[in-house]
């Protein structure tokens, strides 16, 4: 089928679900990956490996959008206002995940390097199905922003434990040393490059937004930056959704008026990017892995979302935040996509090199990732609605 044809299908299709589900009042971002999944390598394939390969620019182009309305919404003052509940949770909630993970894989498996793995790639959070649930809802407010902010920055998180991880254990799974650099360095270079391309492309559209202020010159300039920020990230393989957050951040703290025409004018610009990207998630999501991934499955699962509710909850508590942020921000942390896919893709690479039983090792990784995350997916944005129910928090930014 040809690429147009195949995309305007999606667009009817993804509306059509969309429209659907928003009327029995479930998310309609669980439409758009259902949807994939028929589509896709489950069901009907009409969208085979060449047509997903083809069309992952556009997965970035997404997540740099993302990112930047992510980061729009975080200025100074919040900080200043819940920085240190921010900081508290975030931490919390990602190695709750981690360590969780982790001791219920070692518990199964006895395996110290599986272990490690499994537990820093349950770490990371994907923010883009948690995101849209709060756009689509329209929601506002102390738990929205601190939500905002958490799936923004674990990334940074979830980078960091998988540096550590992945060198302990291919030195446990080689019986050899640890590497410093691979430990401390290499995140930390990442990192910041994405913070030091994220803010010096942020200077740049902020001075040209001074001189172009029309609503089609705000589009293209902002749409440029963008795509230069997830650009860099690809080419140099940094964080994408952290270099993208970095630019709409900075944007907003040092030109809060221009940042907020841009926000507005992509408000309406990318609701079918969005959408195309869903339901590309949902196509490379592999059902007949379900069975397959067997008690480790649902023991990550289960471990994971234990994980990030009570991790959640103890920095919440230990730094005094807001009652509505201990009871329910645990509850909007379930979704896991691209960050773990890519890191479980990563390990893979690094792996496959050591011989066969490392290849081996990295597939079944993949394979378990993938699987857990179709469920997570699905489950993820109806407790991200819950949460903001149960906040008051829907329709306030209305």
Wanted: overall charge positive; glycine content about 10%.
């Amino acid at each position: 089928m040809d690429i147009f044809l195949i995309l305007g299908i999606l667009l009817f299709a993804g509306f059509g679900g969309g429209t659907i589900f928003r009327k029995i009042r479930v998310p309609q971002v669980v439409a758009y990956v259902l949807i994939g999944t028929v589509v896709g390598v489950s069901g009907f394939k009409i969208i085979n490996e060449g047509t997903m390969d083809s069309l992952s620019p556009l997965n970035a182009a997404a997540l740099g959008f993302i990112g930047f309305m992510i980061g729009s919404e975080l200025r100074i003052s919040t900080f200043r206002k819940l920085g240190k509940y921010i900081v508290s949770i975030l931490v919390s909630e990602a190695i709750g995940a981690y360590v969780l993970v982790a001791l219920a894989t070692y518990a199964l498996t006895r395996e110290v390097y599986l272990a490690l793995l499994l537990g820093a790639l349950a770490s990371a959070t994907a923010p883009a199905a948690t995101v849209d649930v709060l756009w689509e809802y329209k929601a506002k407010g102390v738990l929205t922003t601190t939500l905002l902010a958490i799936v923004g920055m674990d990334d940074a998180v979830a980078l960091i434990l998988y540096g550590f991880s992945a060198a302990v254990a291919k030195a446990s799974f080689l019986h050899t040393g640890v590497s410093i650099h691979t430990v401390i360095v290499k995140p930390a270079i990442e990192i910041g490059l994405a913070i030091a391309v994220g803010v010096g492309l942020a200077v740049l559209l902020s001075l040209l937004l001074r001189v172009f202020r029309a609503d089609n010159q705000v589009l293209i300039l902002t749409l440029a930056t963008i795509l230069m920020a997830a650009g860099a990230a690809r080419t140099y393989h940094f964080s994408q959704i952290l270099t993208c957050m970095f630019t709409g951040m900075t944007i907003a703290n040092i030109s809060p008026r221009s940042s907020g025409h841009a926000y507005r004018i992509l408000e309406n610009f990318t609701p079918p990017i969005y959408v195309l990207f869903f339901v590309l998630v949902g196509s490379r999501l592999d059902v007949r892995l379900l069975p397959a991934m067997g008690v480790l499955g649902l023991l990550y699962v289960g471990a994971r979302t234990t994980g990030k509710i009570l991790g959640a909850r103890l920095g919440a508590t230990v730094s005094r935040a807001p009652v509505v942020l201990r009871k329910y921000l645990g509850l909007a942390l379930f979704s896991q996509a691209g960050v773990a896919i890519g890191l479980a893709i990563s390990i893979y690479e690094e792996f496959s090199h050591i011989g066969s039983q490392g290849q081996q090792l990295g597939l079944e990784i993949i394979s378990l990732i993938t699987a857990t995350t179709f469920i997570v997916q699905i489950i993820g944005p109806p407790f991200v609605k819950f949460a903001i129910i149960k906040a008051g928090e829907i329709g306030k930014a209305t």
